[in-house]
């Protein structure tokens, strides 16, 4: 039990620089019941007195910010612990409106941002990092026959991230939170734009892969009927013609899903075997890394010509 009194100390004729220091404790204790009073000083200056006596209060919530309240909260604790014990953490406040992280040399870092669920970001970020510590390697740099465009960067993006998402997930459940907590508060748009995606079409397979593995994604904010609605309507994209590689690719994610393996690269194989074969691809998890010395190729392997 934590007992704090505060003695607020309000001159009727001046400025109270004690009461500026204080300000952000009153505006809590404002809340609370006074004892006012007057005291009279022996040099005959007049004083109005505020007197708080708050019990059972702690740390006051406007003195904690909403990342240090996250950091404490029960659920975090055994992660937050988990993640210290082998790597150092940094937290940065996000350039974006997402929370994010990174895995380099040992340093993790965690950018915060403005959130609705601030331990429950907190305990997906630190999730990230801690199934990279079991294994999960990221893919930071490709070559890929199939294409060369961004729609490539989103790949490895969407699969690097979904793939991660399946092994976090049941962590996240058993240490306390719930599945519509899982993602950034803008999943509420995702179901909204996943629609859009099926309205406007697509011209090739791997503008709609990242999509489809974001539909496959556990937790987050559609239904499980909506799912399953748009799961035909993903099968069905363009006459069907992409249907038998997105069983396939299903498939593998629920295997990984079910299974217990930190080893995320036969997975990523398989998937972009279902999306070219005879595949010609490489993967590198350094942005320096060139193949045939560094990195996985899916399918025959080959050597970069020239610089
Ligand atoms: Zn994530």
Redo the contacts with the bound molecule.
């Keep these: 039990m934590s007992t704090l009194t505060c003695h607020r100390l309000d001159p009727f004729d001046g400025q109270s620089k004690l009461r500026s220091k204080c300000h952000r404790l009153q505006k809590f204790l404002e809340a609370t019941a006074p004892f006012n009073g007057k005291l009279k000083l022996r040099s005959g200056r007049r004083w109005r007195l505020s007197l708080f006596k708050v019990k059972n209060l702690g740390t006051p919530d406007s003195f904690m910010s909403k990342l240090e309240k996250a950091k404490a909260d029960p659920r975090i604790v055994p992660l937050l612990t988990e993640v210290k014990s082998r790597c150092t953490i940094r937290f940065k406040k996000s350039d974006g409106d997402a929370w994010g992280s990174s895995l380099t040399g040992g340093v993790a870092q965690i950018d915060h941002t403005k959130t609705a669920y601030p331990a429950a970001s907190l305990a997906?970020e630190l999730l990230?990092i801690i199934v990279q510590l079991k294994g999960i390697k990221q893919i930071r740099i490709g070559i890929w026959t199939l294409d060369q465009t961004e729609m490539f960067n989103r790949f490895m993006k969407a699969i690097n991230?979904e793939l991660?998402?399946h092994r976090m997930f049941p962590t996240f459940i058993s240490v306390g939170f719930t599945p519509s907590e899982f993602y950034c508060d803008s999943d509420t748009q995702i179901e909204s734009h996943l629609r859009s995606t099926l309205a406007n079409g697509v011209e090739s397979l791997i503008e709609l892969v990242p999509d489809f593995l974001t539909l496959l994604a556990p937790g987050g904010s559609i239904s499980q009927s909506a799912k399953d609605e748009l799961l035909e309507a993903f099968l069905n994209v363009n006459n069907r013609i992409y249907r038998d590689q997105l069983v396939g690719i299903r498939n593998e994610i629920s295997t990984w899903a079910s299974s217990n393996s930190f080893d995320n690269i036969p997975t990523i194989k398989q998937i972009c075997l279902h999306m070219q074969n005879p595949c010609v691809a490489w993967f590198g998890f350094n942005d320096t890394d060139k193949p045939p010395n560094a990195g996985f190729f899916v399918g025959e392997q080959f050597e970069v010509e020239g610089p």
């Design positions: 997906h990230h991230n991660q998402h």
